[in-house]
């Protein structure tokens, strides 16, 4: 039984079959999955993702709207000789795509689907570039946020990432560093950001704001404490009762994951197969990291851990944790890779209702945690290798040469 009290996606799995389905509050599904192909090869973790039917349902039942728009989708941009499209054609196709549908769905009264091909629309111009005024402008500036709908927090993430950095890359005056990390004052950085043409509502400056100083948190050019310290300022003072809510959801994420805390536990599948857990490893330093396969800048690191474990396996557990949707792109990549000798686990367990990925409030593709020998988090999050781990390596597993010089001992 799942219940949801807004229109979101969740994923049904039936072994090696996957599903995607939007449930609706006060909805009862019905539900029935094509059968399977037999010529397709369930070895090694392979997924097959199809399209349940519902039960009862018509044309116009939210999840066969979002089907029919997605096969719009596919005629225009999956051509079927595999021809390369030219930007500029790209451009073309994506403005016939909304004329197509701003016919196709005229009739239709949905609201939450006339705005999941909106954003949907939107992340297809963001993807192709088009440019921060014309999709900010466009799609987000005097528009209602719309914090429950999953297409537009995508296409909203999307756009302002790594946006403060950008903004402190050409403005003059205190820097980005200074009022976060030094001063860590709300108000300073509430007025920085107030400045930027794009940011003077407070309902996006706020939320711009949360997404950015998330992201730094995991990263090791900020302190995060100060951003602590901010999040609690905002929470303090904003108005937006769904802000309140997310800065609060916030703190607690970080008074869970703080150094000192203890490290949770988890379980993911081994490259053998089987069930790897932390506990394995009690008594041991751990050095925990969760990629992607398709993450070219997480996949850098990894020669870089295995450097690194063949200077300190003796002294650190590495674990890799691979969070891509799809198993078979983890054993694709263990096969790319045989030489990498540490654990790498994946992170999919359908026996547990929370993933590695989930008790360690990985929100991303990439995250670093190391945990003491007495079970608690002793960076968290952690460097990550090119970072600069191994300087936190050195100090906890220097080796101090002995001395047979009299007197000193």
């Avoid at 297409?151 to 976060?180: D, H, V, W």
Wanted: net charge positive; with cysteine; glycine share 4%.
């Amino acid at each position: 039984m799942f219940q949801s009290e807004h229109i979101q996606p969740v994923t049904l799995r039936i072994d090696n079959v996957v599903s995607e389905l939007y449930v609706q509050p006060d909805f009862v599904y019905g539900l029935t999955f094509p059968e399977a192909e037999q010529s397709f090869d369930y070895r090694n973790g392979a997924e097959l993702t199809v399209n349940v039917s519902i039960i009862g349902a018509d044309s116009t039942e939210l999840n066969n709207l979002i089907f029919d728009y997605q096969e719009q989708y596919n005629n225009l941009f999956l051509p079927k000789d595999n021809r390369f499209l030219s930007r500029a054609v790209l451009f073309r196709r994506v403005d016939s795509l909304q004329k197509i549908c701003n016919k196709r769905y005229a009739k239709i009264k949905n609201d939450w689907f006339k705005n999941y091909i909106t954003y949907s629309i939107a992340s297809v111009n963001a993807n192709l570039s088009r440019g921060e005024n014309y999709l900010i402008s466009g799609y987000i500036l005097k528009k209602p946020v719309l914090y429950e709908h999953s297409e537009y927090m995508q296409f909203f993430n999307a756009c302002f990432k790594g946006y403060l950095n950008t903004i402190a890359s050409a403005r003059k005056g205190p820097s980005l560093y200074n009022i976060i990390n030094v001063r860590a004052n709300y108000d300073a950085l509430n007025a920085y950001l107030k400045e930027d043409r794009f940011l003077k509502s407070d309902s996006i400056r706020e939320l711009v704001m949360m997404k950015n100083l998330w992201d730094f948190y995991f990263s090791a050019d900020f302190s995060p404490e100060a951003i602590e310290q901010i999040i609690s300022q905002l929470n303090l003072q904003t108005k937006n009762a769904a802000h309140k809510k997310i800065t609060a959801n916030m703190l607690a994420y970080f008074n869970k994951m703080q150094v000192g805390s203890p490290a949770p536990d988890f379980a993911a599948v081994t490259a053998g197969g089987t069930m790897g857990t932390l506990n394995t490893f009690k008594g041991r330093w751990v050095y925990l990291n969760f990629f992607s396969a398709k993450n070219l800048e997480s996949l850098r690191e990894m020669p870089k851990i295995a450097a690194l474990k063949k200077k300190y396996g003796d002294k650190v557990v590495f674990i890799s944790i691979c969070v891509d949707d799809s198993m078979k792109t983890y054993r694709d990549y263990l096969k790319s890779n045989p030489k990498f000798d540490w654990p790498i686990w994946y992170n999919y367990n359908k026996s547990l209702s929370k993933t590695a990925r989930d008790n360690y409030f990985v929100t991303g593709t990439e995250a670093y945690f190391l945990i003491s020998n007495f079970g608690y988090l002793a960076q968290s999050p952690a460097l990550s290798p090119s970072k600069g781990i191994e300087y936190k390596f050195n100090l906890l597993f220097r080796i101090r040469a002995k001395t047979t010089k009299t007197g000193i001992r």
